[in-house]
């Protein structure tokens, strides 16, 4: 599985799960860790653990493993570290006091609009 095939997959299931605000940040020319950071945020701490579980089986069913999954007590945040992609997985609170889109922002912000399920609303009717 290409990497841009990996990265395709983690923004559609996190999408298919509900997952909010998803930002994909290019960061291979900014630093060795990855490629690409994956940044989204749950609505509650069972949702976060639900988003980061839902990656890990779909990217498992392909036979992608995570190197490392770390995660706090309390499913405030959750990382999956994928080698080129590493998915960050937030409660809401927690993503805003940590701010990763603002200590990457040299990074290159992938469009991913194209991967999002567009929400039916009254226009779309």
Known sequence: MSEQEK????????D???GEDIQAIKIADLTI???YFVIVNGSSNTHVKTLADE????????GI???????DT???WIVLDYADIIVHVFYKETRGFYK??????????????????????DENK
């Open 65 to 71: 493993e995570p190197q490392r999954r770390e995660a």
């Open 100 to 121: 990763l889109e603002g200590l990457w922002a040299d990074g290159e912000q992938v469009d991913i609009s194209s991967l999002l399920v567009k929400e039916n609303t």
């Open 7 to 14: 990265l395709e997959l983690i923004v559609k299931t996190l």
């Open 16 to 18: 298919g799960k509900r």
């Open 55 to 62: 990656v890990e089986f779909q990217l498992s069913q392909k």
């Open 33 to 35: 860790l990855a490629d």
């Open 74 to 76: 309390g499913n405030t």
